[in-house]
């Protein structure tokens, strides 16, 4: 068949969540169906990427956005009853370019709701809308962690995108959630539509445990360091745990490893044993080189890739319940499950002060993800679904 995916970022390379799963999925796609890629750039380097996709022979249009732009346009929107979502993401350039290709093609595959509105004109496609996290439950959440105003404007935007959902959800043939606890949460949500769950997966040949590297004390925090919940995250670890951690474990220390910090995340690394790295080229020498893997997330849905490739590099993992919710593991034999202040300076002092059990949940985290989350087998429903759609 020939499918048109569309996604929020040009979906190569994959070194952030979003792009690992979209080209996975990309990829699995087009062992059997010609694919056409429609997606947002956001900078120079997703027009690279995009070129070269559309040289490995999968055509990719990539429109410009201005996400800074974008929000001040969507601002107007709060007077209304549309989400503030489908104002930022909302480009007619893009909407023209889905238009021209729906015709020649049999399935239109959406990743994220936000781009599922632009497929809602093409009801002769069959079309697919993969939400990955429910957007509207994580907005919910940032309203439940926010003081007024953005608590009002959060909640706002859980109400008004819940709404949208709810329509795409019913008049799309399936909907694709990454993990049964969000499926769960959609059917709570949008009783009656069809659901299915797809799980993410992690390279287990690319990430691969380096014991011998490890270093004695060293944490690390791997991920894309605008994003409020790593934001939130790693802010509270820095301020309220590792100081207490390292009254108790001196030689304690935190890497906290991913591109785009913000000022506030930069200001993190002037606090005793932080190191702020930006963006790396492979975060899996600062993933060797730790002892622990820590995922203090407070507002988090879906599988954590951080979580994930942790675990395959056989890393003991420490993580809060929104942390790891997604990742069908057993705490206390696959990670450690912390999350009061508390339990995360216990958790993460047992770990450093005993290597030996460290090593060995390590390698227990790595035989989990052998067992479960192998690419190849976590896509299976993907040819299963696109087999229903012929």
């Not at 994220?112 to 809602?120: H, I, K, R, T, Y």
């Not at 499926?183 to 659901?195: D, H, K, T, Y």
């Not at 304690?252 to 002037?270: D, N, Y």
Request: glycine fraction near 6%.
């Amino acid at each position: 068949m020939r499918v048109l995916f569309l996604s929020q970022r040009v979906p190569y390379p994959p070194n952030r969540g979003d792009k690992i799963t979209t080209w996975r999925l990309i990829e699995r796609m087009r062992r059997s169906h010609e694919v056409r890629v429609v997606a947002f750039a956001h900078d120079n380097e997703d027009r690279q990427a995009a070129s070269h996709l559309s040289g490995l022979g999968i055509p990719t249009t990539a429109i410009p956005i201005d996400l800074r732009r974008q929000k001040l346009r969507a601002l107007p929107l709060l007077f209304g009853s549309r989400p503030l979502t489908l104002g930022v993401y909302g480009s007619s350039a893009l909407q023209r370019a889905v238009d021209e290709l729906a015709p020649s093609c049999d399935v239109g595959y959406a990743y994220s709701s936000s781009m599922g509105a632009f497929l809602e004109p093409h009801a002769r496609l069959r079309r697919v809308m993969h939400f990955a996290e429910l957007d509207s439950d994580k907005w919910r959440q940032y309203a439940e962690r926010s003081r007024w105003p953005m608590s009002a404007v959060y909640a706002r935007e859980q109400r008004t995108l819940l709404a949208f959902e709810r329509r795409i959800a019913h008049s799309f043939d399936e909907n694709v959630l990454c993990t049964p606890l969000e499926q769960r949460v959609f059917e709570r949500e949008i009783p009656g539509a069809r659901s299915l769950v797809m799980r993410n997966g992690v390279d287990l040949a690319f990430y691969r445990p380096q014991p011998e590297r490890a270093e004695p004390g060293h944490l690390v925090f791997v991920g894309v360091m605008d994003y409020l919940p790593n934001i939130d995250g790693c802010t509270w670890f820095v301020r309220e745990i590792l100081p207490r951690l390292r009254a108790r474990c001196p030689t304690a220390r935190l890497s906290i490893v991913g591109s785009r910090p913000t000022p506030e995340v930069f200001a993190l690394g002037r606090e005793p044993g932080v190191t702020v790295t930006g963006f790396v080229e492979d975060p899996r020498e600062w993933l060797a080189r730790a002892s622990v893997s820590v995922a203090p997330l407070r507002i988090a849905r879906g599988i954590q890739n951080k979580v994930l490739e942790a675990l395959a590099m056989g890393l003991p993992v420490v993580g809060t319940t929104s942390a790891t919710q997604g990742v069908e593991g057993e705490p206390g034999r696959d990670f450690l499950l912390a999350n009061s202040g508390d339990e995360q300076v216990a958790a993460i002092a047992r770990l450093i002060e005993d290597p030996q059990l460290a090593r060995k949940l390590g390698a227990q985290g790595r035989a989990f993800v052998e067992s479960r989350y192998d690419w190849d087998v976590a896509l299976r429903p993907l040819d299963e679904l696109l087999a229903r759609l012929r």
